[in-house]
């Protein structure tokens, strides 16, 4: 029968996100409950909920960087505790036996289960996501949250963290790396906070001028306006990591002549085709590289939020009432938030 639980679900593209009571299914054995303390809003949530990316079923009940408490747990659950605060990110399942998984990459699992707007892969059913009272989980996608972290800045951790750590992480950053992050915004501003605590030398790529201030607070070293054809000179052939967070289609080619040799320039924002064309002489002939990166597996999830427990690294974020969500939504279209919301899911009580 399962257990029913309030939340709120979008019923079409072009509606309102409104109140929504479902079921949640009954535990299996190595199923852990947990009540939903806080959730993040993620850009990914808009493009769903608005078909952005093709044909959606509704309702859906979107999120997937959600902190919560342990209430129940099934027979088999060893890995967790009733009471511990723990955390869900983008995945809830996956086929557990391909090659990606094998190799703690299920994000590349070409049958894993998105956290919300997909199908439970035991009984078809929709997955419901974060914007919701309850959550229930296998335990191998269920993740430790730092007992030092505070609750509700470590929320988009679970997604914006992971995304840019797990570049930072692939291309070996350390200290004397130079690392230039593109775009400050939910991601961006991640980038800058990780790459920092990793010992890099840390540069913020921004179109425009006036973001100088929050980026050096945030612990940039430098600041780069892109625009500037003089500023875009002065830094080629100079970083061995670019992070790209713009998540519409802009021209790489600037920022591949700022790598230096061997470098590479690692997408983590924009589906699609880029225009105008790629040049390909940089990557040829200086070794560099166009790549991309999407979230990453369990086990490089946890190794991230052990990483930001024990550098006290967590997000910037403005906590909201569940009652605000459509407003947020509009607001992030805007880019008018510092820099993540958060859900305070006691709100929906």
């Known amino acids: 029968m399962g257990t029913v639980v309030k939340g709120y679900a979008a019923h ?48 859906m009940v979107p999120e997937h960087e959600i902190i919560g408490r342990v209430t129940k747990v099934g027979g088999k659950v060893t890995r967790f505790k009733l009471g511990q605060t723990v955390g869900v990110g983008c995945l809830v399942d996956s086929c557990r036996e391909c090659f990606s998984c094998n190799h703690h990459q299920e994000q590349y699992c070409d049958n894993f289960v998105p956290t919300y707007a997909s199908k439970d892969r035991h009984d078809g059913s929709p997955t419901y996501g974060g914007y919701s009272e309850k959550i229930i989980v296998s335990q191998n996608f269920v993740l430790h949250i730092p007992e030092n972290l505070d609750l509700a800045s470590s929320a988009p951790l679970l997604c914006a963290g992971i995304t840019v ?19 400050l915004g939910g991601l961006g501003h991640m980038g800058i906070k990780i790459a920092k605590a990793m010992g890099a030398e840390v540069t913020l790529f921004s179109r425009s001028k006036g973001k100088e201030d929050d980026a050096y607070a945030l612990g940039a070293d430098n600041v780069v306006i892109s625009t500037s054809e003089s500023q875009m000179r002065s830094v080629r052939g100079t970083f061995d990591l670019i992070i790209d967070t713009i998540p519409y289609n802009h021209d790489v080619n600037p920022y591949i002549n700022a790598l230096a040799p061997d470098g590479a320039l690692v997408l983590v924002g924009y589906f699609g085709a ?54 947020a939504f509009e607001r992030l279209l805007k880019s008018d938030v510092k820099y993540r919301f958060v859900i305070d899911m006691q709100s929906l009580k």
């Open 274 to 327: 880029l225009e105008p064309r790629v040049e390909t002489v940089p990557l040829i002939a200086r070794g560099k590289s166009l790549t991309g990166s999407l979230i990453g597996g369990l086990a490089e999830t946890q190794e991230m939020l052990d990483f930001c427990g024990a550098n006290n690294v967590v997000a910037d974020i403005e906590l909201i009432d569940i009652q605000e969500i459509n407003g």
């Open 165 to 183: 750590f797990s570049p930072l992480r692939r291309w070996n950053v350390t200290s004397g790396k130079k690392v230039a992050v593109i775009g």
């Open 12 to 59: 079409s593209s072009d509606t309102p996100l409104v109140p929504f009571t479902f079921n949640r299914r009954d535990l299996r054995e190595d199923d852990v409950e947990i009540d939903i303390l806080y959730c993040g809003i993620c850009h990914t949530d808009i493009h769903h909920v608005r078909s952005d990316w093709g044909k959606e079923e509704y309702p």
